[in-house]
């Protein structure tokens, strides 16, 4: 089970929040709606966030 998927395992109905960093190191802020709980890294690895979004510029 990977990290994402026993993060919402424990309570389903909770809001995670999450923070991603880009290859071109801008962070984006959001709540997460869905992501591919396959553990292993690959170029189908996704998630999705919604709500309100925000972003820090590089650095």
């Known amino acids: 089970m990977s990290g994402?998927?026993?993060a919402?395992?424990?309570d389903p109905t909770a809001k995670?929040?999450?923070s991603?960093?880009?290859k071109s190191g801008l962070w984006i802020f959001?709540?997460?709606d869905s992501f591919n709980p396959d553990a292993n890294d690959g170029p189908d690895?996704?998630?999705v966030l919604s709500g309100?979004?925000?972003h820090r510029p590089p650095g």
């Open 45 to 47: 690895r996704s998630m």
């Open 4 to 6: 994402w998927a026993y």
């Open 16 to 18: 995670i929040m999450v």
């Open 8 to 10: 919402q395992s424990k």
């Open 52 to 54: 309100q979004l925000s």
């Open 20 to 22: 991603v960093q880009m």
């Open 30 to 32: 959001g709540q997460l």
